[in-house]
C-alpha cells in the first residue's frame, strides 16, 4: 500500500519584476496583460511601483545606476524621526555617528539627522514621479526607460506607511538624461495584492510632505549651526 505523494508549496514572494507579475496577474485574472498596462495603471494611480534604493555615506544608487557624483544629486528626507525601522527582507533606514565614516563625497548632499548622525536608507521604496501624466510617457519608458531628472518621490514600503517619511530625490545638477530602466523596477507582494483587490488609491505627495514637515540634510543642518 502506497501512501499519497506529498504535496510541496513554495513560499510566497516578497516581490516581482514587472515581468514575474504580469505572469502572476493573467494566471489569478485570467486576463492578458502587458508590462505597457502595469505602467498605464501605474500613471493613473492604481498601482505603486518599486525601485530598490541606497542612500550610504560612500554609496547612492537607485536600481542598477549607481551615481558616484553624489554632491549632483539632491536628496532631502522628511519626518525621519532617527529610529530605526526595518521590514525584514525589503527596507531598513537607521542612523550612526557620522564620525565612524570616511565619506570621498562631498558631504554638501548626504544627509544629516539633528544629531549629527548619517541616515542610512536601503531597500524597496515605492517611486512617485511627478511629471508622468501621458501615454506618451509610458512609450518612452518601454524604449528608454523612466525619466529620472524631475522630481521624484521615493515611499517605504506600505507597513510603514504610517511614519511619513518622504525622500525627495532628484539628479538636478547631472545635465545628461538619466533613465531608469523598467527592468529595474519591481511590484511589492502587498502592493500587488492591493492592485488586484482595488485597494490602492492616488498618494497625494504634497500632503504627505505637509504631514511630514521640514526636510532634513546637511545644508540645513548648517544654518541652525550659522544662525546660533
Same mark, same amino acid.
Not at 522628511?78 to 565612524?100: C, H, K, M, V, W
Not at 511629471?131 to 514600503?157: H, T, V
Given at each position: 500500500m502506497t501512501g499519497k505523494a506529498k504535496k510541496y508549496s513554495l513560499p510566497a514572494r516578497k516581490w516581482y519584476t514587472l515581468e +514575474?507579475?504580469?505572469?502572476?496577474?493573467?494566471? *489569478?485574472?485570467?486576463?492578458?496583460? !502587458?508590462?505597457?498596462?502595469?505602467?498605464?495603471?501605474?500613471?493613473?494611480?492604481?498601482?505603486?511601483l518599486s525601485v530598490y534604493f541606497v542612500s550610504y555615506p560612500a554609496r547612492l544608487a537607485l536600481g542598477n545606476i549607481?551615481?558616484?557624483?553624489?554632491? *549632483?544629486?539632491?536628496?532631502?528626507?522628511?519626518?525621519?524621526?532617527? #529610529?530605526?525601522? !526595518?521590514? !525584514?527582507?525589503?527596507?531598513?533606514?537607521?542612523? +550612526?555617528?557620522?564620525?565612524?565614516?570616511?565619506?570621498?563625497?562631498?558631504?554638501?548632499?548626504? @544627509?544629516?539627522?539633528?544629531?549629527?548622525?548619517h541616515i542610512f536608507i536601503s531597500g524597496f521604496l515605492n517611486l512617485y514621479?511627478?511629471?508622468?501624466?501621458?501615454?506618451?510617457?509610458?512609450?518612452?519608458?518601454?524604449?528608454?526607460? *523612466?525619466?529620472?531628472?524631475?522630481?521624484?518621490?521615493? @515611499?517605504?514600503?506600505? +507597513?510603514?506607511?504610517?511614519? #511619513?517619511?518622504?525622500?525627495y530625490f532628484s539628479p538636478e545638477g547631472i545635465e545628461e538624461s538619466v533613465y531608469l530602466p523598467i527592468e529595474d523596477l519591481i511590484i511589492l507582494d502587498d502592493d500587488l495584492n492591493d492592485f488586484l483587490q482595488g485597494n490602492i488609491k492616488r498618494l497625494d505627495i504634497p500632503e504627505l510632505?505637509?504631514?511630514?514637515?521640514?526636510? +532634513?540634510? !546637511?545644508?540645513h543642518r548648517r544654518r541652525r549651526k550659522d544662525a546660533r
Open positions: +514575474q507579475a504580469v505572469k502572476r496577474i493573467n494566471k *489569478l485574472t485570467g486576463e492578458e496583460i !502587458e508590462v505597457a498596462d502595469l505602467l498605464h495603471y501605474y500613471s493613473i494611480g492604481v498601482l505603486n549607481e551615481f558616484t557624483k553624489r554632491d *549632483l544629486c539632491k536628496i532631502n528626507i522628511f519626518n525621519y524621526d532617527g #529610529n530605526e525601522y !526595518e521590514i !525584514e527582507d525589503l527596507f531598513r533606514i537607521s542612523n +550612526q555617528p557620522r564620525t565612524t565614516f570616511n565619506t570621498g563625497f562631498s558631504a554638501g548632499r548626504i @544627509l544629516y539627522d539633528r544629531k549629527d548622525k514621479l511627478t511629471a508622468w501624466n501621458n501615454p506618451r510617457d509610458i512609450f518612452e519608458a518601454i524604449n528608454k526607460g *523612466l525619466f529620472l531628472n524631475g522630481i521624484n518621490y521615493l @515611499l517605504p514600503p506600505k +507597513q510603514l506607511r504610517d511614519k #511619513n517619511i518622504v525622500i510632505i505637509a504631514k511630514a514637515g521640514r526636510p +532634513q540634510d !546637511e545644508r
